[in-house]
Antibody
Framework: EVQLVESGGGVVSPGGSLRLSCAAS????????MHWVRQVPGKGLEWISL????????YYADSVQGRFTISRDNSAHSLYLQMNGLRPDDSALYYC????????????WGQGTLLTVSS | DIQLTQFPSTLSASVGDRVTITCRAS??????LAWYQQKPGKAPKYLIY???TLESGVPSRFSGSGSGTEFTLTIYSLQPDDFATYYC?????????FGQGTRLDIK
């Protein structure tokens, strides 16, 4: 059974940094690209970033380009999102999601970790 | 960036109804479009990819169609479990984008 468990959320001051983690199990992690998607509670979904299975290819949304860095540790079956220069509008529930291998969609999702950026 | 606009934003329907949600792209995404269902307090659930292919385990009352810039998600004979918010997502080009969502309420 595929499981994705996010952690690392919390309350951060504007301008601060935080690293989110996603622990994956139930599938051969190195074989699949992974996403981060965020959602302000009560609002829509916003795709943030994708990393290829081997970690060599990365893509970002314009809203986080240059501030956020996606990475992965295939030996630890873990996905990360390093977030720097945080702003109040980065406050959201952050989901990690698995891509299925045939397209850059999200076939399994974690339950999310909540980030609040506030002074 | 490719913008996706869904309409209606909110839809009220009854059990047994057929409903259609539209997703319009600002430029062609060919058939690289997916649909998701999200219930309050839950993560999204993957329903359809490549515009019309149902993910394994998704009931056959769900149907997707379209290509280019115009896509539809149709739910035939609504069931109580179908009342949720639905999102489209394009994966034709980066950055990937989602529609703003369509909330399906019980009438």
């Amino acid at each position: 059974e595929v499981q994705l468990v996010e952690s690392g959320g919390g309350v951060v001051s504007p301008g601060g940094s935080l690293r989110l983690s996603c622990a994956a199990s139930g599938f051969n992690f190195p074989d699949y690209a992974m996403h981060w998607v965020r959602q302000v509670p009560g609002k829509g979904l916003e795709w943030i970033s994708l990393i290829s299975g081997d970690g060599r290819t990365k893509y970002y949304a314009d809203s986080v380009q240059g501030r956020f860095t996606i990475s992965r540790d295939n030996s630890a079956h873990s996905l990360y999102l390093q977030m720097n220069g945080l702003r109040p509008d980065d406050s959201a529930l952050y989901y990690c999601a698995k891509a299925p291998g045939y397209g850059d969609v999200c076939d399994f999702w974690g339950q999310g970790t909540l980030l609040t950026v506030s002074s | 960036d490719i913008q996706l606009t869904q309409f209606p934003s909110t839809l009220s329907a009854s059990v047994g109804d057929r409903v259609t949600i539209t997703c319009r792209a600002s430029q062609s995404v060919e058939t690289w479009l997916a649909w998701y269902q999200q219930k309050p307090g839950k993560a999204p659930k993957y329903l359809i990819y490549e515009a019309s292919t149902l993910e394994s385990g998704v009931p056959s009352r769900f149907s997707g169609s379209g290509s280019g810039t115009e896509f539809t998600l149709t739910i035939y004979s609504l069931q109580p479990d179908d009342f949720a918010t639905y999102y489209c997502q394009q994966y034709n080009s980066y950055p990937l984008t989602f529609g703003q969502g369509t909330r399906l309420d019980i009438k």
